[in-house]
């Protein structure tokens, strides 16, 4: 979840994607929930790891013979996508698929879908409480972060001081990430020391200005990780206002057009890809099959891999798209 979540709204920017459901089947008009209808609710709205989550879950739901609807927040926040939830019980979708913007602040009105008779699955992010939801796609997290510690141990040399940007505090993914970081770090590089981990609310600018206070009492800092897109876009600035680009190593999550065109100029020297197109569509065959009395999984991660620009050519199949 690496990501600009910018508000060019002052609420909630709703995209809808109606697709056609090939299988015939028409929606029901009585209290009962719409079993054909799918609806999607992303983190937030126009940025490339949720497109390109949308983009495997249309495809998959056109495969199926379900309609699926897209509903995101502007920004990534419990505030803003919560009436989003509401409205979307009110339209009774047999199925949400929804990323929660909050572990804990999102489980209320989630409950609300499923007592209302909807299914519920998580995609990418998920609740404390795991009651709610039927199913739960994501990438591990922690795996994800031990990654990231391993890759940046390489392009230090394996010592000095590194330092781990978050975005908000209860976001579970990019806690995972840096909980799964410091772990790796104590475990197996011991000629690496952690500075901790800084929030930086998802504003590039404030993550810049926790690098350059980093820089001021640690000179030496070797390396940074970025748990998503603001906190990398913000280190690689605070970075260039010291003159320290290059010389002190980022590695970045996700692999949107912006962060993979950072790689290739040597902003950031590595990014721990995703696969929101296989989140997409491993939450619609769960949905499906809840829908259908099928057995459901209730955890399911999927793959990631450190890409630099050594190895970026052969994994494309990686980079995040704009649109679908």
Do not use: W
Not at 76 to 95: E, N, Y
Not at 180 to 194: H, Y
Not at 283 to 301: C, F, Y
């Amino acid at each position: 979840m690496r990501t600009r979540r910018a508000a060019v709204l002052a609420a909630v920017t709703v995209t809808a994607t109606a697709l056609v459901a090939g299988c015939g089947g028409s929606v029901s008009n009585s209290g009962s929930t719409h079993t054909k209808n799918l609806v999607l609710i992303p983190g937030v709205a126009n940025e490339p790891f949720y497109i390109s989550m949308q983009c495997g879950a249309q495809d998959e739901a056109k495969k199926l013979g379900y309609s699926l609807d897209t509903q995101a927040p502007t920004q990534f926040d419990a505030s803003l996508q919560t009436p989003i939830v509401t409205g979307v019980i009110a339209s009774k979708p047999g199925a949400i698929l929804i990323a929660p913007t909050h572990a804990q602040a999102m489980a209320a009105p989630i409950k609300q879908a499923k007592d209302a008779g909807i299914k519920v699955i998580e995609v990418d992010t998920a609740l404390e409480d795991t009651s709610i939801a039927l199913s739960s796609i994501s990438s591990d997290n922690i795996k994800g972060g031990q990654l990231a510690a391993q890759t940046l141990s390489k392009l230090v040399g394996g010592k000095g001081s590194v330092l781990v940007i978050n975005t908000k505090a209860g976001t579970s993914t990019t806690d995972q990430r840096a909980q799964g970081f410091e772990n790796e770090l104590k475990q197996n590089d011991p000629g690496m020391t952690s500075l901790g981990v800084q929030y930086n609310n998802n504003e590039a600018a404030q993550a810049a200005s926790i690098v350059t206070a980093t820089l001021a009492a640690h000179p030496d800092l070797a390396g940074i990780f970025a748990t998503n897109l603001s906190s990398a876009e913000g280190a690689a600035t605070g970075l260039r206002n010291a003159g320290k680009l290059g010389q002190v190593k980022v590695v970045g999550f996700d692999a949107s057009p912006t962060q993979i065109q950072d790689l290739e100029q040597g902003t950031v020297q590595a990014l721990i890809a995703q696969n929101p197109g296989q989140i997409g569509k491993d939450g619609v065959d769960q949905a499906a099959a809840a829908l259908e009395g099928k057995p459901v999984t209730r955890n399911i991660s999927t793959d990631m891999i450190a890409i630099t620009q050594d190895n970026m050519a052969d994994n494309e199949q990686y980079f995040y798209k704009a649109k679908c």
